[in-house]
Nanobody, 121 residues
Framework: QVQLVESGGGLVQPGGSLRLSCAAS????????MDWYRQAPGKQRELVAA???????NYADSVKGRFTISRDLAKNTGYLQMNSLKPEDTAVYYC???????????????WGQGTQVTVSS
């Protein structure tokens, strides 16, 4: 069984920074793509940043230049570095990994539990 555990959320003032982590554990054979989503109250979940299996990164226009997605496969952990935070970045942030649990098994999506990020003075 695979589990993703997020950490690093919290309350930060506008202009501040946070680093979110997402650690995968369990029966993991391989990790493919990794994404970070967020969902603000009353809004749909949106894709914030995506990292392909080849480590090619893409970002939503709203966070481009401020957020950086990365990962450490040796630790089965992904990160979202968030700088110059704005009140409109306030949301619950979710990580999503594509994980294969065995050589003969394809990749499936796994989600973290979500971590709250609040940007406010």
């Amino acid at each position: 069984q695979v589990q993703l555990v997020e950490s690093g959320g919290g309350l930060v003032q506008p202009g501040g920074s946070l680093r979110l982590s997402c650690a995968a554990s369990g029966s993991i054979f391989a990790i493919g793509a990794m994404d970070w989503y967020r969902q603000a109250p009353g809004k749909q979940r949106e894709l914030v940043a995506a990292l392909s299996s080849g480590d090619s990164a893409n970002y939503a226009d709203s966070v481009k230049g401020r957020f950086t997605i990365s990962r450490d496969l040796a630790k089965n952990t992904g990160y979202l570095q968030m700088n110059s935070l704005k009140p409109e970045d306030t949301a619950v942030y979710y990580c999503n990994f594509a994980i294969s649990v065995a050589p003969s098994v394809g990749f499936a999506d796994y989600w973290g539990q979500g971590t709250q990020v609040t940007v406010s003075s």
